[in-house]
C-alpha cells in the first residue's frame, strides 16, 4: 500500500490551471473511488480507467483504492486528465515506480482500448504547466507537435497505455524536446487584392479599416465575400502575444491545424449557424466563431439573414473586445477583438432574381441591423464589376501604407493600453488626442444638424485621425474630417446615427 501524486491540467475557458492528482491505496476489496470531479464524470471517467487497464494487458489491483484531484475539476469534464488519474493508480498499485510520475504532467483522453486519444486545448495546457515550472509533459502523440509550439516545454508523446506504463516501468522513458517546428507562414494572405478589380470606394474603405481597427459594412449586389477575405492580407502581422492568443484559442476549438501563425485569421460564419457555433458554448467550454476571429476579420454575408438573438448580442463584444457566457454554474470569457465586416443586398430577395420588394419590405430587412450599424463607423457601396475593369493595386502595396499607419498610431498610443485607433475612448479622443480647429467645427456642425449622435461624432474621430495617419500627418485636418464624414454616411447617404 502506498502513495502516488502527480499533475494534470483543468481549463475554464482559456484559463488553465494545474491540478494535483493523489491516489492512495489501502488493503480491501477491489475498488476505485474518484474525488475532485465532477459527479456526472466520476462513472464515466471510472469506467474508461478499468477498460483501459484491463485492455493493456495489465491485471486490475486487488485493493482498495481512491483518486484524489485537487482542487475540484470544474463541472464540465473533459477526460484530459484521464492520463494523470490511471498513471497515479497504477504507480500506487506498483505498477509504476511512483517517482516517475512526480514533477510530470500528464494530458490525454483514455480510449477503452487503451490508446490515448488527442484533447483540444492542449496548447493553454502546456503553457499553464511550463509557467508552475513543470517542463515535462506527457501528451498523446496527435497533440505533440502543437504542445512542442510552447517554449521551454519537453514533449513526452504517446499512443497506447501499454507503452507508456511499460516505458515509466522500466525507465526508458526518453524525453523528448521540442520538434522541430513548422516552417513560418508567410505574412501575405493566401487571395490578392489585385484579384477584386473596381469597387474603389470599398477598396479604400478596407484600407481605412485596416488600418484603424473599424468596423464595415459592404452594401450592394457586388463580391463582398471577395472583398472581405482579402482584409486579412493587408492587416500587419500579428505580434507574438496575440498569435499565441489567437493559436490557443484555435486549439481550445479542436482546429489547431487551422491556426494560421502570424497572418489574422479569417472568420465568416454561415446565417443557419446556431448562437451557440457563433458566440461559444459553456457546457463544450468551446469558443465560437467571433473568438475564431480574435486580431483578424470577422465577417456576417447577407447579415440581416442572421438570427436577431445573433446581430444584437454582437454589440457587446464589439464594445468589450471578448465574449462572456454563463451558465451550469460558472462563466467564461474567450477574447473576440475583431474587424466586423458586414454585408447586405439591398432587399431580401436572392441574388440574380428581378426585385419584387415593396419599400416597406426592404426598410424592414435593412432595419435589423440598425442596433450593429450605430457601431460600424465605415460604410462603403459594392456592386458587381464589368468584365475588363481595371485591377486594383496589390495586397502588399496597401498592407505597405497600413503598416506605416499603424505605426504612426503606434507611436501615439504609446503610453496608452490601446493598439489602434478604434480603441480610443471617447473622453480620451476629445482631451488627448483634440484636431484641428476647422476639422472640430465640421464635425460639430454634423451633431448640430442632428445627422450624427455624441457617441456618432466619437467613431467619426476615429476614422478621421486613422485618414490622418494614412496621410502622415500629426493629427486629423478639415479634409480627414470630411473624408471621414463620408465613409460614415456611405453607399445611402445617411449613415447610422
Given at each position: 500500500?502506498?502513495?502516488?501524486?502527480?499533475?494534470?491540467?483543468?481549463?475554464?475557458?482559456?484559463?488553465a490551471?494545474?491540478?494535483?492528482?493523489?491516489?492512495?491505496?489501502?488493503?480491501?476489496?477491489?475498488?476505485?473511488?474518484?474525488?475532485?470531479?465532477?459527479?456526472?464524470?466520476?462513472?464515466p471517467?471510472?469506467?474508461?480507467i478499468?477498460?483501459?487497464?484491463?485492455?493493456?494487458?495489465?491485471?486490475?489491483?486487488?485493493?482498495?483504492?481512491?483518486?484524489?484531484v485537487?482542487?475540484?475539476?470544474?463541472?464540465?469534464?473533459?477526460?484530459?486528465?484521464?492520463?494523470?488519474?490511471?498513471?497515479?493508480?497504477?504507480?500506487?498499485?506498483?505498477?509504476?515506480?511512483?517517482?516517475?510520475?512526480t514533477?510530470?504532467?500528464?494530458?490525454?483522453?483514455?480510449?477503452?482500448?487503451?490508446?490515448?486519444?488527442?484533447?483540444?486545448?492542449?496548447l493553454?495546457?502546456?503553457?499553464?504547466?511550463?509557467?508552475?515550472?513543470?517542463?515535462?509533459?506527457?501528451?498523446?502523440?496527435?497533440?505533440?507537435?502543437?504542445a512542442?509550439?510552447?517554449?521551454?516545454?519537453?514533449?513526452?508523446?504517446?499512443?497506447?497505455?501499454?507503452?507508456?506504463?511499460?516505458?515509466?516501468?522500466?525507465?526508458?522513458f526518453?524525453?523528448?524536446?521540442?520538434?522541430?517546428?513548422d516552417?513560418?507562414?508567410s505574412?501575405?494572405?493566401?487571395?490578392?487584392?489585385?484579384d477584386?478589380?473596381?469597387?474603389?470606394?470599398?477598396?479604400?474603405?478596407?484600407?481605412v479599416?485596416?488600418?484603424g481597427g473599424?468596423?464595415?459594412?459592404?452594401?450592394?449586389?457586388?463580391?463582398?465575400?471577395m472583398?472581405?477575405?482579402?482584409l486579412?492580407?493587408?492587416?500587419?502581422?500579428?505580434?507574438?502575444?496575440?498569435?499565441?492568443?489567437?493559436?490557443e484559442i484555435?486549439?481550445?476549438?479542436?482546429?489547431?491545424?487551422?491556426?494560421?501563425?502570424i497572418?489574422?485569421p479569417?472568420?465568416?460564419?454561415?446565417?443557419?449557424?446556431?448562437?451557440?457555433?457563433?458566440?461559444?458554448?459553456v457546457?463544450?467550454?468551446?469558443?465560437?466563431?467571433?473568438?475564431?476571429?480574435?486580431?483578424?476579420?470577422?465577417?456576417?454575408?447577407?447579415?440581416?439573414?442572421?438570427?436577431?438573438?445573433?446581430?444584437?448580442?454582437?454589440?457587446?463584444?464589439?464594445?468589450?473586445?471578448?465574449?462572456?457566457?454563463?451558465?451550469r454554474g460558472?462563466?467564461?470569457h474567450?477574447?473576440?477583438?475583431?474587424?466586423?465586416?458586414?454585408?447586405?443586398?439591398?432587399?431580401?430577395?436572392?441574388?440574380?432574381?428581378?426585385?419584387?420588394?415593396?419599400?416597406?419590405?426592404?426598410?424592414?430587412?435593412?432595419a435589423?441591423?440598425?442596433?450593429?450599424?450605430?457601431?460600424?463607423?465605415?460604410?462603403?457601396?459594392?456592386?458587381?464589376?464589368?468584365r475588363?475593369?481595371?485591377?486594383?493595386?496589390?495586397?502588399?502595396?496597401?498592407?505597405?501604407?497600413v503598416?506605416?499607419?499603424?505605426?504612426?498610431?503606434?507611436h501615439?498610443?504609446?503610453?496608452?493600453?490601446?493598439?489602434t485607433n478604434?480603441?480610443v475612448p471617447?473622453?480620451?479622443?476629445?482631451?488627448?488626442?483634440?484636431?484641428?480647429?476647422?476639422?472640430?467645427e465640421?464635425?460639430?456642425?454634423?451633431v448640430?444638424t442632428?445627422?450624427?449622435?455624441a457617441?456618432?461624432?466619437?467613431?467619426?474621430?476615429?476614422?478621421?485621425?486613422?485618414?490622418a495617419?494614412?496621410r502622415?500627418?500629426?493629427?486629423p485636418?478639415?479634409?480627414?474630417?470630411?473624408?471621414?464624414?463620408?465613409?460614415?454616411?456611405?453607399?445611402?447617404?445617411?449613415?447610422?446615427?
Amino acid at each position: 500500500m502506498g502513495h502516488a501524486s502527480t499533475r494534470s491540467v483543468a481549463l475554464i475557458g482559456l484559463s488553465a490551471h494545474v491540478v494535483d492528482v493523489e491516489a492512495d491505496a489501502v488493503p480491501g476489496d477491489a475498488e476505485l473511488h474518484l474525488v475532485g470531479l465532477p459527479e456526472m464524470s466520476v462513472w464515466p471517467a471510472r469506467a474508461r480507467i478499468r477498460a483501459a487497464i484491463l485492455n493493456s494487458g495489465t491485471a486490475w489491483p486487488d485493493m482498495r483504492i481512491t483518486v484524489s484531484v485537487t482542487p475540484v475539476i470544474p463541472p464540465i469534464y473533459d477526460a484530459a486528465a484521464d492520463l494523470a488519474l490511471v498513471v497515479a493508480l497504477l504507480a500506487v498499485a506498483g505498477a509504476i515506480p511512483p517517482e516517475r510520475i512526480t514533477g510530470r504532467v500528464f494530458l490525454g483522453e483514455l480510449a477503452l482500448d487503451g490508446g490515448i486519444r488527442p484533447v483540444r486545448g492542449v496548447l493553454p495546457m502546456v503553457a499553464a504547466a511550463v509557467r508552475a515550472g513543470i517542463s515535462s509533459v506527457v501528451v498523446p502523440a496527435d497533440c505533440a507537435r502543437e504542445a512542442a509550439q510552447v517554449p521551454g516545454a519537453v514533449v513526452m508523446p504517446v499512443t497506447q497505455l501499454a507503452d507508456l506504463v511499460d516505458q515509466l516501468r522500466h525507465g526508458a522513458f526518453r524525453d523528448h524536446d521540442n520538434q522541430e517546428p513548422d516552417p513560418a507562414p508567410s505574412s501575405s494572405f493566401a487571395v490578392d487584392l489585385a484579384d477584386a478589380p473596381g469597387n474603389q470606394a470599398a477598396r479604400r474603405a478596407l484600407e481605412v479599416c485596416a488600418a484603424g481597427g473599424h468596423h464595415l459594412f459592404l452594401s450592394g449586389d457586388g463580391p463582398a465575400t471577395m472583398l472581405a477575405e482579402r482584409l486579412p492580407g493587408i492587416l500587419p502581422p500579428l505580434t507574438d502575444e496575440a498569435a499565441r492568443k489567437v493559436a490557443e484559442i484555435y486549439s481550445l476549438a479542436g482546429r489547431s491545424h487551422r491556426a494560421q501563425g502570424i497572418t489574422p485569421p479569417l472568420s465568416a460564419p454561415h446565417h443557419s449557424e446556431t448562437p451557440t457555433a457563433i458566440f461559444g458554448s459553456v457546457a463544450a467550454n468551446r469558443p465560437g466563431a467571433l473568438s475564431l476571429a480574435h486580431r483578424g476579420v470577422l465577417h456576417l454575408a447577407d447579415a440581416p439573414e442572421f438570427a436577431r438573438t445573433v446581430l444584437d448580442g454582437l454589440c457587446r463584444p464589439m464594445d468589450s473586445g471578448q465574449v462572456h457566457l454563463a451558465g451550469r454554474g460558472r462563466s467564461v470569457h474567450y477574447p473576440a477583438r475583431f474587424t466586423l465586416v458586414l454585408a447586405a443586398r439591398p432587399c431580401p430577395c436572392p441574388e440574380g432574381r428581378d426585385c419584387a420588394c415593396p419599400p416597406e419590405a426592404r426598410r424592414r430587412y435593412r432595419a435589423r441591423l440598425a442596433l450593429l450599424l450605430s457601431r460600424v463607423a465605415v460604410r462603403a457601396p459594392i456592386e458587381q464589376s464589368n468584365r475588363g475593369t481595371r485591377a486594383g493595386e496589390p495586397s502588399a502595396a496597401v498592407a505597405a501604407r497600413v503598416l506605416a499607419a499603424r505605426v504612426r498610431a503606434a507611436h501615439r498610443l504609446a503610453d496608452t493600453p490601446w493598439r489602434t485607433n478604434a480603441e480610443v475612448p471617447a473622453p480620451d479622443l476629445r482631451t488627448r488626442f483634440p484636431v484641428a480647429p476647422e476639422a472640430a467645427e465640421l464635425l460639430r456642425s454634423a451633431v448640430n444638424t442632428g445627422l450624427v449622435t455624441a457617441d456618432g461624432l466619437s467613431r467619426l474621430l476615429r476614422v478621421a485621425w486613422t485618414l490622418a495617419d494614412l496621410r502622415g500627418v500629426d493629427r486629423p485636418q478639415f479634409d480627414d474630417a470630411a473624408a471621414a464624414l463620408e465613409l460614415w454616411k456611405g453607399a445611402d447617404g445617411d449613415g447610422a446615427r
